[in-house]
């Protein structure tokens, strides 16, 4: 167990910290060392190593363990690194079946994941420059735990032949608490909330679309509207910075945040957040252990420390230390220093995963 006391009269929280395969125990303790220097002298995190993924399945046959599952219950929330890797490919057990097998014991039902221009990276987005010269800054909220991907499927015998079948289900309760989620984020930000869904064809579409009027009309300070979700990815391309908050269902949701990232440049600068109910959450980069890289260095701990920050944001209330951490990744990028992954075709040298992670904590000084 990994203590810092920083005062007296303390306020301490629990974080399981879920370093995981890859590249994942290194940007993970970037991530934990950020945090604790960002956190007031009077808040003491106590965090505490759990396994998962490959790493869990060589030392305990298992991806998920039931001591990981305990500990995370235990804790105040949860910061995961990555799981995954070639040497599980194949095996019968995997790596990522302890994602869902974490969000399902935590009932995690509700993704965010921001996706930000950073001013000083914007050469490295694909949009027009008269598009990244003001920046953009959204926040996609997604349901995690419904839809589609979790409704019956199989296969039966159709008019043609052999058909597959998903059907998607959404129930009004499951609608209303992913609506209060983004409702409340958008109160958080810039009190704009676009609604994503098909309701010119599908039922669970009109449903979502009726829950969501209802509760509009409980947050009269937020200015909500509802788009089409082909129409919502066209907007996403033509103009991001149309949008504050976007909430969506479990398929909709996951098409569209990537495509949100891609439009940051970058996926070593994306964190994310899955809530449920209460404040604990589990926090961690969107992208995967990145196995070509691991051991090498060069891995970005960006995304990892600002999902710290997200952590410190959500599931500690500690909003001063989160801006205190996004502002010093600003302020490292605003002085030019890059990971290989930014540096895109500059010569200029890059720092290693230690480097810009020593620069970041100067930075918090
Ligand atoms: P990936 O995100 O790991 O890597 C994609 C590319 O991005 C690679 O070239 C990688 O080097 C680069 N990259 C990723 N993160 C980076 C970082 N922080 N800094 C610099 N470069 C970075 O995706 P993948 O290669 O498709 O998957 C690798 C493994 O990760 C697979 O086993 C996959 O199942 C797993 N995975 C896990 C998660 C998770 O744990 N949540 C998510 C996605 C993929």
């Known amino acids: 167990m990994d203590t810092i006391r920083k005062g007296v009269l303390n306020m301490t929280y629990q974080i399981a910290v879920l370093k995981g395969d890859g590249i994942g125990p290194e940007i993970t303790e970037s991530a934990v060392a950020v945090m604790q220097k960002a956190v007031p002298q009077d808040v003491t995190l106590c965090c505490t190593d759990y396994l998962i993924g490959g790493i869990a399945i060589d030392r305990t046959g298992e991806p998920l363990p039931q001591e990981t599952v305990n500990g995370c219950l235990r804790s105040d929330a949860v910061l995961l690194g990555a799981v995954g890797g070639p040497k599980w490919d194949g095996c019968e057990k995997h790596p990522e079946q302890a994602l869902l097998g974490i969000r399902a014991a935590l009932g995690l039902y509700a993704n965010l994941r921001p996706a930000q221009l950073w001013s000083p990276l914007r050469g490295a987005s694909p949009l027009r420059t008269e598009l990244t010269e003001q920046g953009f800054d959204l926040l996609i909220v997604r349901e995690l735990t419904g839809g589609i991907y979790f409704g019956d499927r199989g296969y039966r015998s159709g008019k043609f032949g052999e ?80 949008f504050d908050v976007i909430v969506t269902s479990n398929m909709f949701g996951d098409i569209l945040s990537d495509e949100a990232s891609q439009l940051t440049g970058s996926i070593g600068m994306l964190p994310s957040a899955s809530l449920g109910e209460g404040t604990r959450g589990m926090f961690e980069p969107i992208h995967g252990s990145a196995p070509d890289i691991a051991g090498t260095g060069k891995a970005n701990p960006i995304a990892a420390i600002l999902s710290a920050a997200m952590l410190l944001r959500y599931s500690l209330g500690l909003s001063g230390a989160a801006d205190r951490i996004e502002r010093a990744v600003g302020q490292v990028l605003e002085a030019g220093y890059r990971t290989a992954d930014l540096a895109g075709s500059s010569d200029a040298p890059t720092l290693s995963c230690a480097e810009m992670t020593d620069r970041i904590l100067i930075a918090l000084e």
């Open 163 to 242: 058909e597959a079948f998903d059907t998607e289900a959404y129930s009004v309760t499951e609608i209303e608490r992913i609506g209060r989620v983004a409702f409340e984020a958008a109160m958080q930000r810039n009190r704009r909330l676009t609604s994503v869904d098909k309701a010119n064809v599908l039922e669970t579409s009109r449903l979502w679309r009726k829950t969501m009027h209802r509760l509009a009309e409980e947050y009269p300070d937020v200015a909500y509207n509802d788009l089409y979700v082909d129409n919502a990815a066209m907007q996403l391309v033509r103009d991001p910075r149309q």
